[in-house]
């Protein structure tokens, strides 16, 4: 099996690497400390995101948080199995270097996929792009270290500011598509009064630190001093989900990372996910990724032993005009 853990290189001491290519096949990998976030420049790319697949075209930004899985294909493949010419910028951000800045920034996750045809031409989007092209644009031409930084800072200040609060939609298979909050019609407030976002993602960072472990909503309702029939109805609406459907999403995609990137037993892996027992982990699994855990490990091993990572580097010449339009319309 190959290396299962992507590590990215950093010429420049702002600890940002920009890369234009055609992608034809990157199979599934993580990134331990970094953020990668990729623009479709031309064409077509299909990526895969644990349980979830996204058809992105020109313009369509994606974000794969650290320790994220994901792959990345071409959408369309020529009769010499060549990709049918997409361009892709990927930038990586080390997390590490700007936790000086956002100290929370390991512990954040952030939503941006442009999917939604409507998503790729709101305000926000178009200044996701103008910050990825000037990040670009530095790093092709002069990679002045301060000029990097600053660049992605701000595009950092962006994602906090815009890009943190989410919902999930569920489709009839139970898969969980994550949208960003801004980008759906859900209202704010009920009834004249705040819904309680923040309490939501606090409850969500708190499922996530402490998932090993056996929750009970009655319990974190007695914490934030509501009912557990109020907390349970607001945590549904807020988040598109069940505080239940949540929990057993956070494990399962707990265990799909040990799956795919250790030599763990399934039973170590339920025990360490919070299961009690190797049938529970596979009931979940199977509603989230409508497989079992030993076929998804299967599907890991054959996708990492099949062709190696294969994209041809484009010269930036080439991405010049859609920088200079992505800098124009913001």
Same mark, same amino acid.
């Given at each position: 099996?190959?290396?299962?853990?992507?590590?990215?290189?950093?010429?420049?001491?702002?600890?940002?690497?920009?890369?234009?290519?055609?992608?034809?096949?990157?199979?599934?990998?993580?990134?331990?400390?970094?953020?990668?976030?990729?623009?479709?420049?031309?064409?077509?790319?299909?990526?895969?995101?644990?349980?979830?697949?996204?058809?992105?075209?020109?313009?369509?930004?994606?974000?794969?948080?650290?320790?994220?899985?994901?792959?990345?294909?071409?959408?369309?493949?020529?009769?010499?199995?060549?990709?049918?010419?997409?361009?892709?910028?990927?930038?990586?951000?080390?997390?590490?270097?700007?936790?000086?800045?956002?100290?929370?920034?390991?512990?954040?996750?952030?939503?941006?996929?442009?999917?939604?045809?409507?998503? !790729?031409?709101? @305000?926000?989007?178009? #200044?996701? &792009?103008?910050? +990825? $092209? =000037?990040?670009?644009?530095?790093?092709?031409?002069?990679?002045?270290?301060?000029?990097?930084?600053?660049?992605?800072?701000?595009?950092?200040?962006?994602?906090?500011?815009?890009?943190?609060?989410?919902?999930?939609?569920?489709?009839?298979?139970?898969?969980?598509?994550?949208?960003?909050?801004?980008?759906?019609?859900?209202?704010?407030?009920?009834?004249?009064?705040?819904?309680?976002?923040?309490?939501?993602?606090?409850?969500?960072?708190?499922?996530?630190?402490?998932?090993?472990?056996?929750?009970?909503?009655?319990?974190?309702?007695?914490?934030?001093?509501?009912?557990?029939?109020?907390?349970?109805?607001?945590?549904?609406?807020?988040?598109?989900?069940?505080?239940?459907?949540?929990?057993?999403?956070?494990?399962?995609?707990?265990?799909?990372?040990?799956?795919?990137?250790?030599?763990?037993?399934?039973?170590? !892996?339920?025990? @360490?996910?919070?299961? #009690?027992? &190797?049938?529970? +982990? $596979? =009931?979940?699994?199977?509603?989230?990724?409508?497989?079992?855990?030993?076929?998804?490990?299967?599907?890991?091993?054959?996708?990492?032993?099949?062709?190696?990572?294969?994209?041809?580097?484009?010269?930036?010449?080439?991405?010049?005009?859609?920088?200079?339009?992505?800098?124009?319309?913001?």
């Amino acid at each position: 099996m190959r290396q299962y853990i992507n590590k990215i290189g950093f010429k420049s001491a702002a600890r940002v690497r920009a890369k234009a290519e055609t992608i034809i096949n990157q199979p599934f990998h993580v990134h331990d400390e970094e953020i990668e976030i990729i623009c479709v420049i031309k064409g077509n790319v299909v990526i895969m995101d644990s349980a979830a697949v996204h058809h992105l075209k020109e313009g369509c930004v994606h974000v794969f948080n650290r320790t994220e899985a994901h792959k990345i294909t071409a959408e369309q493949m020529d009769s010499a199995g060549d990709a049918d010419d997409n361009i892709v910028l990927t930038i990586h951000i080390d997390h590490t270097h700007y936790t000086r800045w956002f100290d929370r920034l390991g512990r954040l996750f952030f939503v941006c996929d442009t999917a939604d045809e409507n998503e !790729i031409f709101s @305000s926000e989007m178009k #200044s996701v &792009r103008f910050y +990825l $092209a =000037k990040i670009a644009w530095e790093y092709f031409t002069e990679c002045r270290a301060f000029a990097l930084e600053t660049a992605t800072k701000q595009l950092i200040e962006l994602l906090i500011d815009e890009f943190q609060n989410y919902i999930y939609g569920m489709d009839g298979k139970r898969i969980a598509n994550i949208v960003r909050l801004q980008a759906t019609n859900q209202e704010l407030t009920a009834w004249g009064h705040p819904k309680n976002y923040d309490r939501t993602y606090r409850i969500v960072d708190y499922i996530e630190a402490h998932f090993r472990e056996k929750l009970q909503l009655k319990d974190i309702a007695r914490s934030e001093n509501v009912s557990e029939a109020h907390l349970s109805r607001n945590f549904k609406e807020n988040l598109g989900m069940s505080f239940s459907q949540f929990l057993s999403l956070t494990r399962c995609t707990h265990a799909a990372r040990l799956i795919s990137s250790t030599d763990q037993t399934v039973d170590q !892996i339920a025990e @360490s996910s919070g299961f #009690s027992a &190797r049938k529970d +982990l $596979a =009931k979940q699994f199977r509603k989230w990724y409508q497989m079992t855990p030993s076929e998804y490990r299967r599907e890991i091993i054959r996708d990492m032993n099949g062709p190696a990572a294969i994209s041809r580097p484009v010269e930036f010449q080439r991405i010049k005009g859609q920088m200079h339009l992505y800098l124009d319309e913001y």
